[in-house]
T-cell receptor, first 116, second 108 residues
Framework: DTAVSQTPKYLVTQMGNDKSIKCEQNLGHDTMYWYKQDSKKFLKIMFSYNNKELIINETVPNRFSPKSPDKAHLNLHINSLELGDSAVYFC???????????????FGPGTRLLVL | DAKTTQPTSMDCAEGRAANLPCNHSTISGNEYVYWYRQIHSQGPQYIIHGLKNNETNEMASLIITEDRKSSTLILPHATLRDTAVYYCIDRGFQKLVFGTGTRLLVSP
């Protein structure tokens, strides 16, 4: 009974391809996030959606486009993949976008993307 | 960028208490302190959070100094499964800003 799930778990693709990663949460949360963890293990936020609306968009190339069809889903589409996009991408969700208990984030298992 | 500082690594014997310190000297009055951990190859896992008072839950205790400039996460009886990178975070509003964390190694 997974709370935050991501598909696929592994993704190996060629440079220049377009790929999507899907995320679903069954916690009834309003806010969802995408994080990127690079080879040096630094974990950085990319996007955040609250009630299907974009609220955080860090300095991320335009090739990355998040889409939230409903509150329970936040997908990440990546165009024209580059070698530097190789990383682990984590989806997370929280009850809301406030502070304290509302902000507690629950993470998915990650999607390991390798661009060749 | 992360505003917290933590030791790069710590060791702990199985069954003993693990005390992980964190400095957050620039924390503002309404910012919470959050602790997460990341076990190898898994997503980060929430442990505990606090504002001013000490907190305890089934996973750990959090001791926050009176001036709120530092805190300590305590795992009272560390097990091998507690081996992970532990992150102390003081910017929780709408996003978590992760630093490099403390790599805790629990040994038999």
């Amino acid at each position: 009974d997974t709370a935050v799930s991501q598909t696929p778990k592994y993704l190996v693709t060629q440079m220049g391809n377009d790929k999507s990663i899907k995320c679903e949460q069954n916690l009834g949360h309003d806010t969802m996030y995408w994080y990127k963890q690079d080879s040096k293990k630094f974990l950085k936020i990319m996007f955040s959606y609250n009630n299907k609306e974009l609220i955080i968009n860090e300095t991320v190339p335009n090739r990355f486009s998040p889409k939230s069809p409903d509150k329970a889903h936040l997908n990440l589409h990546i165009n024209s993949l580059e070698l530097g996009d190789s990383a682990v991408y984590f989806c997370a969700s929280s009850l809301g976008a406030g502070t304290g208990l509302q902000e507690t984030q629950y993470f998915g298992p990650g999607t390991r993307l390798l661009v060749l | 960028d992360a505003k917290t500082t933590q030791p790069t690594s710590m060791d702990c014997a199985e069954g003993r208490a693990a005390n992980l310190p964190c400095n957050h000297s620039t924390i503002s009055g309404n910012e919470y302190v959050y602790w997460y951990r990341q076990i190898h190859s898994q997503g980060p896992q929430y442990i505990i959070h606090g504002l001013k008072n000490n907190e305890t839950n089934e996973m750990a205790s959090l001791i926050i100094t009176e001036d709120r400039k530092s805190s300590t996460l305590i795992l009272p009886h560390a097990t091998l499964r507690d081996t992970a990178v532990y992150y102390c975070i003081d910017r929780g509003f709408q996003k978590l800003v992760f630093g490099t964390g403390t790599r805790l190694l629990v040994s038999p």
